[in-house]
């Protein structure tokens, strides 16, 4: 009995937290002598499953006064201590196997030593093998009178049904922060320490709704001696200052980017990941918009519900990003992507509307050669600092954020990222094997708009490669991430880059180009005439060695010519030079991208397809889907090949130029004679009863054969087609008949 949790496991009904509906439940039916013979209690780790199982056992076997359990007698002690020799808990994951289980029932058939109730408690209940609960099954089919069975799980549902129906299933809940907080407040009382109500509500969100995981915080709290402060509870779990978050936290809601910036380099530079600032970030506009909605929490000066839910949104989505890099760069973008979400609201308030669709196209376009200086900076091996130095907080690792966050959630009207659908995996999954190879050793980058692959010196060859099939490529991505702009970025020389799917070139030339159609989100942009949009000024400490410092965004569109140099050199230059080229009058093909048609590309549907637009230009779109057959066709041979250049001496006759179609030089097949009568059709005629695959249909096949006479005589046989083809003839004769 040392660490707190055990000792502060409840000896009675009372001192249980929460979980009232299967608390008083159970309590009312024990005092009645209504006990069940098997239990399911399933639910979240650390809620309380295990502790109720040893109340039951307790209760049942308890000798003292009433209320029972008495928690004093020698049988509740013994519960407590894990002595009693009646109440067995066995780890199901541990003793899943079907001798276990045999054993298990050849001693349930003993009466209990002590001539109580024998309680079986099944912990982990769900790894049992199929094998191991069938022998359980049948124990509770006839259960002995004086045993009870109580399995715990975290995971009902792997639970076999016929077992489920035998047990009485009890679910728990998570605990709130408050019933967390409550206990700890108690906990830390009995110990004789002096706990700030704030640190105990800090640990009662971290916890995540387990207790379990609440009392191990407090414990370690506690080993220090001191008394339990928030400060202390953040130092310990490596978490930042809470009002050094929220002071970042404000200046995001009151637009103030600078103060934002700087804040969070500051916690960078001491120490703080970039993840773990951003999800302090998140869960501070949760517990505001919680203060904004009437509920418990701290709000934050200047808020309002729309803003702040664009705000969260934007920030949890910007989190992905540290997966391929956690640097200070990539942790001033995430701001600055969610500075520019909140701004781009608007009227309605709709988180769909934090798009970068919506944004003006010379901030979208800035925000893209951001990310490519990012990806630049990478490639060239700068790369600042690897993510997560400072160790992630593990038990409620669900972003630190309170418990009440779920609620949130469900009242967000769309928090769905508008555009973001696909990842490469899908485009590398669709591709042919050989585009395959080619973008496996890219660099892939997608995000809401935009997509790219970029391409380090040794794999030079693969990005000319993908270049060289632009246009299946652009199909695949269009396909699998919808309009965006489409990026492939060589070690050197010039990339290629297109906007797949709707308008031109990204930027849309120097005009005010209207805004990229998608869906809602178009009518909001239009109807914001200039961007005005916070300026931002991170340059202000020195950022040489990073990459050219961004100035503070103008709120005109900038001229084209204008824009910065990139750094490294023409990473992103166009190959083909399209935003240089005015945009196109508006067809009917943008306004909603044409759909690529499901049925394989070499099927002919040129038929179906609209004229493409008389301004279109190769390079400013993805061709029609019609126009990718050309890939497929074949030449017809006008020569006579050279066949000492390809495989040397032929031995007999060089064949005839009438053998090189396959499908003409298959000898007819005398089984197929009958069926040509019985479908005279074109069709039938047209296609010779070849399949791919079929060995006969080679023009060697007869030569062949004739060699190893007697030896492969049965080449082929076993092959599918010739079945199929003989059940045909007979549907053929049928119809016939
Ligand atoms: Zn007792």
């Known amino acids: 009995m040392s660490a707190l949790y055990q000792r502060a496991r409840p000896i009675n009904w009372d001192q249980v937290v929460g979980q009232e509906h299967v608390k008083d439940v159970l309590k009312a039916a024990l005092e009645q002598g209504r006990v069940g013979h098997a239990y399911l209690f399933s639910g979240p780790r650390g809620v309380g499953k295990t502790t109720t199982a040893r109340l039951i056992a307790m209760t049942a076997n308890c000798t003292g006064p009433s209320p029972k359990p008495c928690g004093e007698c020698e049988s509740c002690l013994a519960v407590r201590n894990g002595s009693h020799p009646d109440v067995l808990e066995i780890d199901a994951a541990s003793n899943n196997s079907v001798d ?340 496996k050793t890219a660099q892939k980058h997608s995000e809401p708009g935009y997509v790219s692959l970029t391409y380090e010196a040794r794999w030079k060859f693969h990005a000319r490669q993908v270049m060289d099939k632009w246009d299946e490529l652009s199909a695949h991505v269009l396909k699998v991430f919808g309009p965006v702009t489409l990026e492939v970025i060589p070690p050197e020389g010039q990339g290629r880059k297109a906007q797949l799917g709707g308008r031109g070139p990204d930027g849309g030339g120097g005009g005010p180009a209207p805004a990229v159609p998608f869906g809602t989100a178009a009518p909001l942009a239009q109807s914001r005439p200039t961007p005005e949009l916070p300026a931002f000024e991170p340059a202000a400490r020195s950022r040489a060695s990073r990459g050219p410092a961004f100035a503070p965004l103008k709120t005109a569109p900038p001229e084209r010519a204008a824009a910065p140099p990139l750094p490294t050199g023409a990473v992103t230059a166009p190959l083909d030079a399209p935003a240089l080229r005015p945009a196109p009058p508006p067809s009917p093909d943008d306004v909603a991208p044409a759909p690529l048609p499901d049925a394989a590309p070499w099927e002919d549907q040129a038929a179906e397809l609209p004229p493409p637009p008389a301004d279109a230009q190769a390079g400013d779109r993805l061709p029609l889907p019609g126009a990718s057959r050309e890939l497929y066709l074949a030449e017809p041979i006008t020569e006579e090949p050279d066949w000492e250049a390809i495989g040397g001496e032929v031995e007999g006759p060089v064949p005839t130029l009438e053998d090189a179609p396959f499908a003409d030089a298959v000898p007819a097949r005398p089984a197929t004679t009958p069926r040509a009568e019985a479908r005279p059709t074109a069709q039938a005629e047209a296609a010779p009863p070849t399949r791919p695959g079929d060995i006969r249909a080679h023009p060697m096949y007869e030569e062949i054969k004739k060699r190893f006479s007697g030896r492969v005589r049965e080449i082929g046989k076993n092959r599918k087609p010739h079945a199929s083809a003989a059940s045909e003839e007979s549907e053929g004769e049928d119809v016939e008949a």
């Open 100 to 439: 276990d289980v045999r054993d298990l029932r050849e001693k349930v058939a003993l009466a209990a030593m002590r001539g109580g109730k024998k309680i079986y408690i099944l912990d982990e209940a769900h790894m049992m093998s199929r094998a191991a609960f069938n022998a359980l099954l049948k124990t509770l089919e006839e259960p002995p009178a004086h045993v009870i069975f109580i399995l715990a799980t975290t995971e009902p549902e792997k639970i076999i049904p016929t077992i489920l129906s035998r047990c009485q299933h009890y679910r728990f809940r998570r605990l709130t922060p408050e019933e967390i907080a409550g206990k700890l407040a108690d906990l830390a009382e009995r110990e004789g320490v002096r706990a700030e109500p704030e640190a105990l509500n800090l640990i009662g969100r971290l916890a995540d709704g387990a207790m379990r995981d609440g009392e191990s915080l407090l414990e370690r709290m506690l080993a220090a001696g001191t008394a339990v402060t928030r400060v202390g509870v953040e130092e310990a779990l490596g978490l930042p200052p809470g009002e050094r978050v929220r002071g970042i936290a404000a200046a995001l809601v009151q637009g103030d980017a600078g103060m934002a910036l700087t804040g969070a380099a500051e916690l960078y530079r001491a120490g703080f990941a970039a993840r773990t600032i951003v999800e302090g970030l998140v869960a501070a506009c949760a517990e505001a918009l919680h203060a904004e909605l009437g509920l418990e929490g701290a709000g934050l000066e200047g808020a309002d519900v729309p803003r702040l839910l664009r705000l969260q949104a934007a920030l949890d989505e910007q989190e992905a990003r540290f997966a391929r890099s956690a640097d200070l760069l990539s942790l001033e973008l995430a701001l600055t992507h969610a500075l520019l979400a909140a701004d781009a609201g608007g009227a309605g308030g709709m988180v769909g509307a934090a798009a970068p669709a919506s944004l003006p196209a010379d901030v979208a376009q800035r925000l893209n050669r951001l990310e490519k200086e990012v990806a630049s900076l990478r490639m060239s091996g700068t790369r600042p600092a690897p993510a997560n130095e400072v160790p992630a907080f593990e038990p409620g690792k669900r972003r630190g954020g309170p418990a009440g966050e779920a609620p949130t959630r469900a009242e967000t009207p769309t928090p769905a990222p508008a555009v973001a659908q696909g990842s490469w995996d899908d485009v590398v999954k669709a591709a042919s094997m050989q585009l395959k190879a080619f973008i």
